[in-house]
């Protein structure tokens, strides 16, 4: 299985990038914070500074293992990964918290295809679960390249521009996979 992640601070387009590949029938898993944010009693409808932010990760880390190797098991040819494991460490390591070597080990024993970080957009909005400041967001883009590059990846940095070409951009730099022709504006769209 290739997997792809999707990834950057917080209010950079990664979800309406992620989006727009779903639009296209394209598999994406979906980002476990979010999803643990709205399910788990704990964390839901609270804000980032009102919960025990290390249970917060720690379950993150656990849906994020567990959805991975369900779809290792099915043997999906090409999933997108909204945010992945790195991400997570990436947060923990902002928020000043302790990383448990199961995570660290983790990372090692399933290694993503390649990595794709959302560059800065000309604006920047909160949201439920997004609280951070402009100056919070800038440090967490760091953190997550460093995290990344840390791990041995070298992410590619999708630059700010219309959702569509975002994807365009991004599938455009993956190889041997059939994508929608809908997403496809020329006989080299695919070609880097």
């Known amino acids: 299985m290739a997997i792809y992640v999707i990834s950057g ?5 990664k979800t309406a990038v992620i989006n727009e590949l779903k639009k296209h029938g394209i598999l994406v898993l ?3 914070a979010r999803k643990i944010a709205m399910t788990d009693r704990r964390f839901s409808g609270k804000s980032i500074k009102e919960i025990n932010l290390y249970e917060f990760h720690r379950e993150i880390l656990n849906l994020q293992k567990k959805t991975f190797e369900i779809f290792n098991a099915r043997k999906k040819k090409v999933v997108f990964s909204d945010r992945g494991i790195i991400d997570t460490i990436a947060y923990m390591k902002w928020n000043k918290l302790k990383v448990s ?7 090692h024993k399933f290694r993503y295809n390649k990595v794709f970080v959302m560059g800065f957009l000309d604006f920047y909005e909160t ?6 400041t402009e100056e919070e967001q800038k440090e967490i883009h760091e953190a997550i390249i460093e995290t990344y590059v840390g791990f041995g990846y070298n992410p590619v940095i ?5 959702v569509e070409e975002r994807a365009k951009f991004i599938l ?3 190889h041997d996979h059939n994508f929608p022709k809908s997403l496809k504006t020329s006989p080299n769209f695919l070609k880097t």
């Open 158 to 162: 999708v630059p700010a521009m219309p």
């Open 30 to 32: 979906e980002e476990a």
């Open 172 to 174: 455009s730099r993956i």
């Open 101 to 107: 070597g199961e995570a660290i080990k983790y990372v």
């Open 9 to 13: 601070a917080p209010g950079t387009g």
């Open 127 to 132: 949201d439920e679960l997004r609280k951070e």
